[in-house]
């Protein structure tokens, strides 16, 4: 191994970042959780119909060139078989892109539509059930995959097709920046991607982790603490630094595929065990309204009624989806050699979403089945501030429901580890100047033990409101990052012909 394998001033800059960031959340608290909600309310009252118009405008873009003849370019040589089978390849974008908060998010999130109604409606009456159960829909469907798929474009190109072997933010946008991106303007939108990349790590494993740790306390008895939060912390971090340190093929291949097994097994035994006919008739109802008012919902900011509730969520998520997008882009041009560009949009925005769907139809819909009936009163728990409890007290309902709650915990474990090793090896990536195959294993074992320090100290400062206001902050960086991106596609395009 040379040394200068490694870009040492880029790598030790992104390590002060990191030291700094989290050295000041943990000497003053209640200092940055003040700074924090101060910019999150700043920043969305200016900028969040930005986070908006992207999301929109990268689902049409995507569309756009899947149908036009840039979709017939083959990521590689003619004879280019693909790297991954279609399972495989699919697990590994989805287990990349969504983490295990798709299990917090799409088992609970109908509990705060119900209590908090969108479009004026009352509280808990027939149509803010059906919206509460339809809206979680939409903030994981074919906008936000679109968000995930743009970065992908020319990245993909220059990697596959142009055989440039570096995976960077900066060298994507090299048909823009030309020769600053080996300069000062390409060195900080890498470093802003990792920034934001360690951002969002600790808001991901922030909202992932407490829920991981009430399904310890459930099947040991243990009580829950900030302890037991670390040493959850700890196991997820241990496991996808071993897979990190396997490899794409042996490691991250592996356990997205076991990730997608265990995923499928859960999911069927609720369905089973759950009311069936309900699941499916909600379910069913849930993408009709989605259908129906989709172009409302990507444009949706509510300026008259002045709920915020779009800002609380859209705007939120999307900003999560913007934050990840660099990353996720990143990952998905590096497994889909082989295939067209066509193949890499349609299999991001459709079968992305659809895997996101089956959370929200089988474990939401069981839920939402268990308030109605009176089973269970979850909208009171979290109003308690108590959802991690919440969920486990859903999956534990069911028949075998320890069994299903240690399964859930597992899946919740591995799950986290699928997304966070994926970071740790493009981070890993994007810190040396080169890559002609794997980043160097030490590098990549690294950054997946840094990658836990951000959620340790948001688990410090604790509170959702923490984690979405670091998310909506660090997105601000990535929105350049997108725009650069898709102007880079379009002038690697235009120099094509």
């Known amino acids: ?25 943990f000497l003053y608290p209640d200092q940055i959780f003040l700074l924090f909600d101060s910019l999150r309310v700043r920043i969305n009252e200016a900028l969040g119909i930005i986070y908006l118009w992207i999301g929109l405008c990268s689902l049409l873009f995507l569309i756009w060139v899947a149908f036009s003849r840039f979709g017939k370019i083959k990521l590689g040589k003619e004879n280019d078989v693909p790297a991954f089978s279609n399972v495989s390849w699919l697990a590994m974008i989805f287990c990349a ?39 979680g829909l939409f903030h994981h469907g074919p906008t936000a995959w679109a968000i995930y798929g743009l970065p992908a474009l020319p ?20 048909p823009i920046l030309k020769q600053h991106s080996d ?16 951002g969002a790590s600790g808001t991901s494993l922030g909202i992932s982790v407490p829920m991981m740790s009430a399904g310890v306390a459930k099947i040991t008895g243990i009580e829950r603490s900030f302890i ?101 882009g990143l990952f998905i041009a590096k497994v889909s050699k082989g295939r067209t560009i066509k193949q890499m949009i349609l299999g991001t925005i459709i079968l992305g979403p659809l895997g996101c769907w089956l959370f929200y139809f089988i474990l ?68 040396q100047r080169s890559l002609n195959n794997d980043p160097i294993r030490w590098n990549r074992l690294f ?6 320090i951000p959620p340790a100290a948001l688990l410090f400062i604790g509170g959702l409101t923490t984690l979405q206001a670091v998310t909506i902050i660090v997105a601000l960086p990535s929105t350049l990052m997108m725009i650069l991106l898709s102007l880079s596609f379009l002038k690697l395009m235009e120099e094509r012909e």
């Open 1 to 25: 191994m040379k040394r200068s394998t490694i870009d040492w001033p880029f790598f030790f800059i992104a390590i002060l970042f990191l030291i700094g960031i989290c050295a000041s959340i």
């Open 97 to 135: 892109g969504i983490g295990s908060g798709i299990l917090f998010w799409g088992t609970i999130e109908w509990g705060y539509h119900m209590n908090e109604p969108l479009f004026g409606f009352l509280p808990h009456t027939p149509s803010s059930i059906e919206w509460s159960a339809a809206y």
């Open 155 to 174: 990245i993909a190109y220059l990697y596959h097709v142009k055989e440039r072997p570096v995976l960077k933010i900066s060298e994507a946008c090299s």
């Open 183 to 198: 300069g000062l303007i390409g060195k900080s939108l890498d470093l802003f991607f990792v920034i934001s990349l360690l």
């Open 228 to 328: 037991l939060d670390l040493g959850v912390l700890f196991i997820c971090t241990a496991l996808f630094a071993f897979s990190v340190f396997a490899g794409l093929e042996k490691g991250i291949k592996f356990l997205s595929n076991v990730n997608i097994y265990l995923i499928f097994l859960i999911l069927l035994l609720v369905f089973i065990l759950g009311p069936t006919v309900f699941i499916l008739e909600v379910s069913t109802s849930s993408v009709g309204l989605i259908a129906n008012n989709f172009f409302r919902l990507n444009t949706w900011m509510d300026p008259i009624g002045q709920s915020g509730l779009p800002e609380k969520w859209t705007v939120f998520y999307w900003a999560w989806w913007i934050v990840y997008a660099p990353f996720v």
């Open 364 to 431: 939401g819909n069981y839920g939402l089945s268990l308030q109605l009936t009176g089973q269970l009163d979850i909208t009171s728990i979290i109003e308690q501030g108590k959802a991690n409890e919440a969920i486990i007290s859903i999956i534990h309902s069911l028949p075998l429901g320890n069994l299903l709650v240690t399964l859930f915990t597992i899946l919740a474990i591995v799950f986290t580890a699928t997304t966070y090793d994926t970071s740790s090896y493009l981070i890993a990536a994007v810190t």
């Open 447 to 452: 950054w997946a033990f840094a990658l836990a």
